[in-house]
């Protein structure tokens, strides 16, 4: 009987075609809605508080004044962002490293460039630092790129 069952089950799809799931009362299952995927960069006003967890945050103005831009991940040229988000490339003067952009990833701590393609001056920090001020590495050119890392 067992050894009978595969050319019963190929005879059944031959003449009445392939099974077809269904639900009982004659409905359409409906859609699980999936959650929104999370933005690359965004717009961020003055303040900490401001920059959302898991961002590197970048601010116009020394103190984490004026307009800010907020990157999750890696990005290789703040001057090819979005027209309304590219005037931070090379003028960045204040920074935050919000949280970890990809926690499967483990890479908590992220690495500014003064240069597009991750080359020049840098400066590293450490998740939940803060840089008021930009340090020597770069405070003459701002920064162009930033790269998440596991470890500063």
């Known amino acids: 009987m067992a050894a009978a069952l595969p050319g019963l089950l190929a ?3 031959l003449a009445f075609g392939p099974l077809r799931a269904f639900r009982s009362g004659g409905r359409p299952a409906r859609a699980v809605p999936q ?5 690359l960069l965004r717009s961020v006003g ?14 116009q103005a020394p103190q984490f004044r004026g307009a800010g831009v907020g990157i999750f991940g890696s990005e290789r040229d703040f001057g090819k962002f979005p027209q309304q988000l590219r005037f931070i490339a090379g003028r960045a003067a204040s920074f935050y490293n919000h949280g970890i952009p990809a926690p499967q990833e ?5 690495m500014v460039f003064a ?3 991750f080359q020049g001056g840098r400066v590293c920090l450490a998740n939940g630092q803060s840089l008021p001020t930009l340090p ?3 405070v003459t050119t701002s920064a162009s790129s930033n790269l998440w890392l596991a470890s500063c």
């Open 11 to 13: 005879v059944a799809l």
């Open 35 to 39: 959650p929104a995927a999370t933005p």
């Open 46 to 59: 003055e303040s900490l508080a401001s920059c959302p967890l898991g961002y590197l945050c970048a601010w």
């Open 106 to 110: 483990g890479k908590p701590d992220v």
């Open 115 to 117: 240069g597009t393609e």
């Open 136 to 138: 020597a590495p770069i």
